[in-house]
């Protein structure tokens, strides 16, 4: 916990920490070009991820966290703009060649999209869609690949009768594990999983989580987990970070960003999952009004101002940055300033 | 919630039951197979269960879309006559709002005529400004007149399914059903549109069924719930008797997995895929997926006759679980 402090803080100062650790990202940008114009889609993002980590993004939809995650391995299309850093193994992924790119891709870090269906190809056997990285990637005979692939599929528990079945003959579940075990093909440092089992039912949704967990606890495979749903990070995830309007407006340990959230959207957020038993959100669902800002018209002062209980004057003009909000927390809040001393 | 009569149901069904005819070498799916259920005046039931369990098609089966094989469907006490003209007329009591609030809506069609399209279809047409206008209003879009001329495509998630809501209300219903009316939406929009949904039923009188997944939108909206498996409810009762003191273990498995505050939380997995509609095992259709049957002794099994013995459809307004190891007989031999 005490070196995790240390690497939290997204103001401190380079040393040692960051050194060490897998994943470094420094000031991420990505902007868009839609009719002339650019639109800034992720604001300045930074974080950094150590072998074995999860951490877990939330936020709404169109807050920049998908947009985000693409941006790491540079899965854009050509209208996209990425700047900043993006250093895996102390490589900068966004300056390294496609050649490079395409090494660590699959090999050093893989993604599990959402939607498998359509992440999957339709008329090939997901046996066929496993071996494929590996033989590329891994220089290995179709034999050696083959029995690879059966042995991820029996790992994410699909029986090896049903490895020569085509994607649509399995169930949404199903599809799911298969683009995990995919995911792992190629043993990879680091899974990106966007929205893993968003259209998956509460049981299914269940065992794909504890199939990741248990896959992360077994080989410290480091994981990016994606989604809107912040209890579920909680539980599968150490570290949290909570994206509004293209920016991490809160970092920290997941169990005490849920519990004590310092951040009025983080508060937000987590009142708008219930907890059956409490007479507090029975018979009365908690939201947040408003809409979040378009990517293009995000201005000056806090993004959040707008949508905010607990506004002040000084939120609309002044520029947010992460403070330091406790031990291993951090939040884009000018109300967490005071407490803390500010250091920026 | 003394306001909320359960005595003459704003909307029924009994025994109803709708099977999907063989096709592509399955044999015919039973999608809803033997089910009593009720929703009183000024009243919220919430409808829960999984993919494929026949949630969706006893919506639609609640509305008209879908002609039941067996049973009846009656609004305020009336069984529903499937002649085009009446249920025309009915389709103006029960509106049905969809989960999808994207393609609910046509892209080329400005929220205005969106609005108009039932009361036009309807032929009511004698002050239709004023009934978008309100329609919208109590949806929560004010002022009204800022969306009448606007696209879906120009709208958030959360005002496109205001959108569909006051398309609903326009044709001022007493029914609504919504077939998970929140689960394309963010977290912080879900909660808005559920609020709106309360807000419906105390301004308006409204009674909804509402279809769900999300157990925590029962607990947020709900008097009563039902938790559907497999074309049957295999327990019902207010929420706070189902969600607090579930009885069934299909409930408190489906409870479990819900991620908790707490420090220990242990999901009770089911194993395996949602079931088969086409292939509805016999005895308890639940037995197959049951821990309690799993960790059962073979004098248990053969006592309780999960695997043989049919269970009785619930009575519609019953606090009640269909489970053979809580009848009496069961609890004694276990």
Not at chain 1, 89 to 117: C, I, K, N, P
Not at chain 2, 147 to 174: C, D, K, M, T, W
Not at chain 2, 319 to 329: D, N, W
């Amino acid at each position: 916990m005490t070196t995790d402090t240390v690497k939290n803080e997204p103001l401190a100062t380079e040393d040692a920490e960051t050194a060490s650790a897998l994943l470094d990202v420094r000031d991420l940008h990505v902007s868009y070009r839609q009719g002339g114009r650019t639109v800034p889609a992720v604001r300045g993002v930074s974080f950094s991820l150590a072998p074995g980590d999860t951490l877990g993004i939330a936020g709404e939809s169109g807050c920049g966290k998908s947009t985000m995650a693409l941006g790491l391995l540079r899965l854009h299309g050509a209208k996209a703009q990425v700047s900043g850093e993006v250093l895996f193994r102390g490589e900068d992924l966004l300056t390294t060649t496609w050649s490079r790119l395409r090494a660590v891709r699959w090999a050093g870090a893989s993604v599990v999209f959402q939607g498998a269906m359509s992440a999957l190809n339709p008329v090939r056997t997901v046996l066929e869609q496993i071996v494929e990285p590996i033989v590329l990637h891994d220089k290995v005979s179709a034999k050696e690949a083959e029995r690879r692939a059966a042995e991820l599929l029996d790992s994410v528990g699909i029986p090896s009768r049903r490895m020569r079945s085509y994607p649509h003959e399995f169930s949404g579940g199903q599809r799911q594990r298969v683009m995990i075990a995919m995911a792992l093909a190629c043993r990879p440092d680091l899974i990106i999983a966007d929205e893993p089992t968003t259209a998956l039912d509460v049981m299914v949704q269940a065992q794909i989580l504890e199939l990741l967990a248990e896959l992360v606890r077994e080989s410290r495979i480091a994981v990016i987990m994606i989604t809107h749903d912040l209890s579920l990070l909680a539980h599968t995830c150490d570290r949290l970070a909570v994206m509004y309007a293209g920016r991490i407006v809160e970092l920290g340990p997941s169990r005490q960003v849920l519990d004590s959230p310092k951040h009025p959207y983080t508060r937000a957020l987590s009142r708008a999952f219930p907890t059956i038993g409490d007479p507090a959100s029975r018979l009365a669902p908690a939201g947040l009004a408003g809409d979040p800002p378009r990517p293009s018209e995000v201005g000056d002062g806090c993004a959040f101002a707008a949508r905010c209980s607990e506004v002040t004057e000084a939120c609309r003009t002044g520029e947010m940055l992460l403070w330091p909000a406790g031990p291993g927390r951090s939040a884009a809040c000018l109300r967490v300033r005071p407490d803390h001393g500010g250091t920026s | 919630m003394t306001d909320i009569d359960t005595r003459t149901p704003a909307l029924e069904v009994r025994d109803l039951s709708v099977v999907y005819p063989a096709s592509g070498g399955r044999g015919p799916a039973r999608a809803v197979d033997g089910v009593n259920l009720s929703v009183g005046q000024g009243e919220i039931v919430a409808l829960i269960g999984e993919s494929g369990c026949g949630k969706s098609t006893l919506a639609r089966a609640l509305v008209g879309l879908v002609k039941p094989t067996g049973g009846q469907v009656l609004y305020q006490d009336t069984p529903l006559d499937y002649s085009a003209i009446a249920l025309k007329q009915y389709r103006r009591h029960t509106q049905l709002v969809l989960q999808d609030p994207g393609g609910a809506l046509n892209p080329k069609q400005n929220v205005y005529d969106a609005v108009a399209l039932g009361p036009r279809l309807h032929g009511l047409t004698d002050r239709l400004p004023e009934t978008v206008r309100n329609a919208l209003a109590q949806a929560g879009l004010r002022p009204p007149e800022d969306f009448f001329g606007r696209y879906p495509h120009e709208l958030s998630g959360g005002q496109q399914q205001r959108v569909v809501i006051a398309g609903a209300l326009a044709l001022n219903p007493s029914v609504i059903v919504a077939d998970e009316p929140v689960a394309s939406l963010d977290a912080s929009v879900r909660g808005e549109i559920l609020k709106l949904m309360l807000r419906l039923r105390d301004d308006l009188g409204l009674s909804a069924l509402v279809v769900s997944h999300d157990l925590g939108l029962a607990w947020n909206i709900a008097d009563r719930v039902a938790v559907m498996y497999l074309g049957r409810i295999v327990e019902q009762g207010t929420v706070e008797e189902v969600l607090l003191r579930p009885q069934h273990p299909y409930t408190q498995a489906l409870l479990s997995v819900i991620p908790s505050g707490a420090e220990d939380w242990r999901p009770t997995l089911l194993t395996g895929e949602p079931p088969d509609p086409t292939a509805i095992p016999a005895g308890c259709r639940f037995h197959p997926r049951c821990g309690r049957w799993a960790a059962a002794s073979a004098d248990e099994r053969a006592a309780s006759g999960c695997d043989r013995r049919e269970l009785p459809v619930l009575a519609p307004d019953a606090s009640a679980a269909a489970c053979h190891l809580l009848s009496p007989t069961a609890l004694e031999t276990a």
